[in-house]
């Protein structure tokens, strides 16, 4: 049941950054290109060079039960239950709460890395992320989107959106386990990708690539 619900908090979580405009800063959505899911990984913490004091920091912070702990206060704050989720109404209520849960966690993972470290992540979740990084305003704006593309990317999120519901849906009926969400999230995340990039220019792409910095050595067995 723990493991439930935080998997459910996790896509909770996912799905709000979504409806704020694909996230802000740390905690932009995008399967692995979450900087903040980005920082349990080896390749990682090795290109960033973590000390061993910060290590320990952030694995107390990435605890799973104080994530769930999180996420049920959350909830519990603004009156809505699991069952409410399903609605919209009720992920509409649960908004502003998420949204400070999100900031909350940005400062605290900042204040645990060096600012050149906050900088390199911000690269490695671009790799990640790929075209899926103008979700986010500040890249969308720095790559230079206009009024049209912004227009077509939003409508792109959301069937993003929508079809992210039905996964949370589906987990909370039982329908559904982590493991199949996940691997649905991953084929939904590469159309995505995809579909935004037919809308890019060469140059818009050419900035993108900018924006990720030096080549990250991704290790796929983490």
């Known amino acids: 049941m723990k493991k439930l619900i935080l998997g459910i908090a996790v896509l909770a979580i996912a ?3 979504q409806a704020q405009g694909g996230g802000r800063g740390m905690m932009m959505q995008g399967g692995g290109g979450n900087p903040l ?8 913490k090795k290109d960033l060079a973590l000390t061993d004091d910060q290590s320990e920091k952030l ?5 799973q039960g104080a994530m769930r702990d999180r996420f049920m206060k959350a909830m519990q704050d603004s009156g809505v239950s699991m069952e409410d989720m399903r609605t919209e109404e009720g992920r509409k209520k649960m908004q502003p709460l998420m949204e400070k849960m999100q900031a ?3 400062k605290e993972v900042e204040a645990i890395l060096t600012p050149a470290q906050v900088k390199r992540l911000g690269e490695i979740n671009v790799q990640f ?3 899926r990084s103008v979700l986010q305003k500040d890249i969308a704006k720095a790559v230079g989107l206009t009024e049209d593309q912004n227009k077509s990317v939003a409508e792109l999120q959301k069937k993003q959106q929508d079809a992210m519901r039905g996964l949370f849906q589906k987990v909370q009926s039982g329908e559904m386990t982590m493991e199949d969400v996940q691997a649905t999230r991953k084929k939904n995340d590469e159309i995505l990708d995809t579909e935004i990039g037919k809308l890019l220019t060469e140059a818009q792409k050419a900035k ?3 924006m990720g910095g030096k080549k990250f050595e991704r290790k796929d067995e983490n």
């Not at 899911?37 to 990682?44: F, K």
């Open 15 to 17: 799905v709000m950054s």
């Open 208 to 210: 993108l690539k900018e």
């Open 129 to 131: 992320n790929g075209n």
């Open 37 to 44: 899911m980005l920082l349990n990984r080896e390749d990682v």
């Open 104 to 106: 909350d966690m940005k």
């Open 59 to 63: 694995a107390a912070f990435n605890d």
